[in-house]
């Protein structure tokens, strides 16, 4: 039979280590934990009248990307190669893309695609083919794939690839304004 003392002491040395990590750790949880409440109706179509359309129209010709889109009838092409799991861009190797989203796709290719994936290259794609030819098809392929895109990114706890490099946020910025304008 075990003393009291010793009872005492192993539950001490099996709790103090844990209570230690607790202490250290939970004010960095505490201090980087952003809360995600949900957007009203109201205010999103508020925020659709914000900025007004001719800022928009200025937002949709900036381009970060020193590697431009496709253009003319390969976007429509490329955009259907996207829908079919491949993103096939000129002067690059085909990438498997997982459908709509997952976070394996953002260490896909070499560096360059890497940056081209984690600043949304596949959305932009679907959304200049949907305004290029009006097919509803390529609109809700964008939209779901960033909506896979933001849940991953509300899940993940480290970054994965070249998922919060500055040059990617930056770039995604202008993908989204894209995509919030129409």
């Known amino acids: 039979m075990i003393s009291v003392t010793r009872r005492y002491t192993l ?11 607790v202490a250290i750790w939970l004010p ?11 957007i009203d109706a109201a205010v999103v179509a508020n925020m659709r009248e914000q900025p007004p359309s001719q800022i928009f129209e200025e937002l949709r010709l900036a381009r970060l990307m020193t590697e431009s889109p496709p253009s003319g009838r390969s976007r429509i092409w490329s955009a259907e190669s996207i829908l079919r799991g491949k ?13 709509p989203f997952a976070g394996i796709d953002l260490e896909q290719g070499g560096p360059t695609m890497q940056l081209m994936l984690a600043s949304l290259i596949v959305p ?7 305004e290029q030819s009006d097919d509803e098809t390529y ?14 990114e ?3 706890w480290l970054p994965r690839g070249l998922l919060l490099n500055d040059h990617t946020l930056a770039a995604r910025t202008l993908v989204l304004v894209r995509f919030w304008g129409m």
């Open 11 to 21: 539950l001490a040395s099996l709790l103090l280590p844990q209570l230690l990590l």
């Open 28 to 38: 960095v949880f505490a201090h980087f934990f952003v809360p995600t409440d949900p």
């Open 87 to 99: 993103l096939d861009l000129p002067g690059f190797s085909p990438v498997e893309v997982n459908w």
């Open 124 to 130: 932009e794609i679907l959304i200049r083919a949907y």
């Open 139 to 152: 609109f809700v392929a964008a939209r779901d794939y960033l909506l896979a895109r933001s849940r991953f």
């Open 154 to 156: 509300l899940r993940v």
